[in-house]
């Protein structure tokens, strides 16, 4: 299952990674990845005007669009647009941080999975 990573690196700016979690066959009920420890579950809705400015992540914590878009940007300029479906792993809680905006003054659904 496809991920995107958003962390703080070594130059205080926010990046982007890509990586897999591995999934394993569990027979008749589907493909399982190991278990993930969390903490708690935030349901976020955010209007057709959102625009953050920069901004760091409060916290670890997994991001899934639920409906709508997002556009994150880091600090080298490059934006990269989530969707229903996608899953965002939010780890830059140091440094700049991004900047979040809503996509075609459209409203946006996501369940933020805290993970500290």
Known sequence: MRVTRLYTGADGEAHFEDFDIPLTDAGSIGQLSELYPATGVIFRETGPEYDYTWHTAPRRQFIIMLHGEVDVTIGDGTTRRFGT????????TTGRGHISRAVNNQPRRSLFVTLD
Not at 85 to 92: F, H, K, P, T, V
């Open 85 to 92: 479906g996608d899953i965002l792993l939010a780890e830059d």
